[in-house]
């Protein structure tokens, strides 16, 4: 019997898309593996290492198996992945439904069975599944059920993160599919226009979001600052108020939380926002709800999201995304508190790590452009 289901609450790691691109190698990964452990992100609850695309050869051997680049990883993968596994951390590798991956290698189409079991072989703990290069005749529900179902008879517990984009309605069979994660969006940029678009998209789809199947709103460009060899990824970078509020919106929006930034020379700042325990704690918040988006008066571009949480408080994020300081304002009521209940608020700052005091029928605190304020809230009696 298991004792554990293999995404309970939001995946959390590092992926090598990113910053890296294809420029990856066995030195990366296992310099990466260190300075996961060593900058406290395991601690901290990430705990997948995943390689992304161009980890292989062009074309499959005459077995029709994968081969691992010999300049990229002359060890091959097993080797990398007991590198990982005795850090600690668990080991995750791409692939993608269609005859080739995004980036031109080849992909598991018609090959989904013999893959898993390779992947198993090797000791993969996390699959993600690409949607480029697929068989125009053929929808992708049926690719990502194919996968799933061949993970699931692989011998060995492999988490699938569909990395689906957002079309044909994936959120309405993605969960049946058996997919612990589904992409819902278009690839990142480390820009806040990207941010700003893709937290937006996602609003209306928290429906869908739960434990086992977690809508991922894509890898985390924290830390980036423009950095990187990745033309698609690298547009110039955002400023830590802007990869703070990045990070805030993921964590109460339950995305997982994989980190894109290189690791091995983060900044300080970039440490202290993706290895912030309180707001990691919402992200993980063993009942999984989602949130809901309340308009504030007056601003159209400022917001509050709301998530109730395992023990009875409240998370609470103010966001403004207008280019101006702003008094984002919540009343109450607006989440249900009525004057008439003789109950008020008492937050707690998740980013100042500060006790706030009761607060009654209103909270307006100031949020910087494109900032925000977070905060975990008991109902008390005034
Ligand atoms: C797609 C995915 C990205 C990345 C690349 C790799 O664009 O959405 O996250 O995996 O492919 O080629």
């Known amino acids: 019997m298991k004792n554990r289901t293999l995404a309970p609450t939001p995946p959390m790691g590092w992926n090598s898309w990113n910053t890296f691109y294809d420029q990856i190698n066995d030195e990366l990964i296992r310099t990466t593996a260190d300075?996961?452990?060593?900058?406290?992100?395991?601690e901290?609850?990430?705990?997948?290492?995943?390689?992304?695309?161009?980890?292989?050869?062009?074309?499959?051997?005459?077995?029709?198996?994968?081969?691992?680049?010999?300049?990229?990883?002359?060890?091959?993968?097993?080797?990398?992945?007991?590198?990982?596994?005795?850090?600690?951390?668990?080991?995750g590798i791409y692939s993608c439904c269609g005859v080739r991956t995004c980036a031109g290698y080849p992909g598991s189409f018609e090959h989904e069975f013999s893959d898993?079991?390779?992947?198993?072989?090797?000791?993969?703990?996390?699959?993600?599944?690409?949607?480029?290069?697929?068989?125009?005749?053929?929808?992708?529900?049926?690719?990502y059920r194919r996968i799933s179902m061949a993970l699931r008879n692989s011998g060995r517990e492999i988490l699938l993160a569909a990395?689906?984009?957002?079309?044909?309605?994936?959120?309405?069979?993605?969960?049946?599919?058996?997919?612990?994660?589904?992409?819902?969006?278009?690839?990142?940029?480390?820009?806040?226009?990207?941010?700003?678009?893709?937290?937006?998209?996602?609003?209306?789809?928290q429906c869908f979001?739960?434990?086992?199947?977690?809508?991922?709103?894509?890898?985390?460009?924290?830390?980036?600052?423009?950095?990187?060899?990745?033309?698609?990824?690298?547009?110039?970078?955002?400023?830590?108020?802007?990869?703070?509020?990045?990070?805030?919106l993921w964590a109460m929006m339950n995305s997982p939380l994989i980190i894109g930034c290189d690791i091995r020379s983060m900044s300080a700042k970039a440490r202290e926002i993706l290895t912030n325990r309180e707001l990691i704690a919402i992200n993980q918040d063993p009942e999984c709800r989602s949130c809901c988006r309340l308009p504030v008066y007056g601003n159209p571009d400022a917001f509050v999201?709301?998530?109730?949480?395992?023990?009875?408080?409240?998370?609470?994020?103010?966001?403004?995304?207008?280019?101006?300081p702003f008094n984002v304002a919540l009343n109450f009521w607006d989440m249900g508190l009525t004057s008439a209940s003789g109950r008020g608020l008492r937050f707690?700052?998740?980013?100042?790590?500060?006790?706030?005091?009761?607060q009654r029928e209103c909270f307006a605190p100031q949020v910087m452009p494109h900032g925000c304020k977070v905060y975990r809230c008991t109902v008390e009696r005034l």
């Open 305 to 324: 999201l709301v998530k109730p949480l395992e023990n009875g408080e409240y998370a609470l994020g103010f966001f403004n995304f207008s280019d101006t």
């Open 116 to 143: 898993a079991e390779q992947f198993a072989e090797w000791g993969v703990d996390y699959l993600k599944y690409d949607n480029c290069h697929r068989p125009s005749t053929l929808t992708t529900p049926m690719l």
């Open 209 to 248: 979001n739960g434990p086992e199947c977690f809508n991922d709103m894509d890898m985390l460009v924290v830390g980036m600052y423009g950095k990187g060899v990745n033309p698609e990824a690298s547009m110039g970078g955002c400023s830590d108020e802007e990869y703070q509020t990045h990070f805030a």
């Open 44 to 91: 901290a609850g990430y705990e997948y290492l995943i390689v992304d695309d161009c980890w292989s050869m062009k074309e499959r051997d005459q077995q029709g198996r994968l081969v691992p680049d010999p300049e990229k990883f002359p060890q091959g993968m097993k080797a990398v992945a007991d590198y990982v596994h005795s850090k600690g951390l668990k080991f």
């Open 163 to 205: 990395c689906q984009w957002g079309t044909e309605n994936v959120h309405h069979w993605i969960r049946s599919a058996g997919a612990q994660t589904f992409r819902s969006t278009v690839d990142i940029q480390d820009s806040w226009h990207s941010i700003e678009t893709i937290a937006l998209s996602q609003m209306e789809n």
């Open 348 to 358: 707690r700052d998740c980013l100042l790590h500060k006790d706030l005091g009761l």
């Open 35 to 42: 300075a996961m452990v060593e900058q406290g992100l395991l």
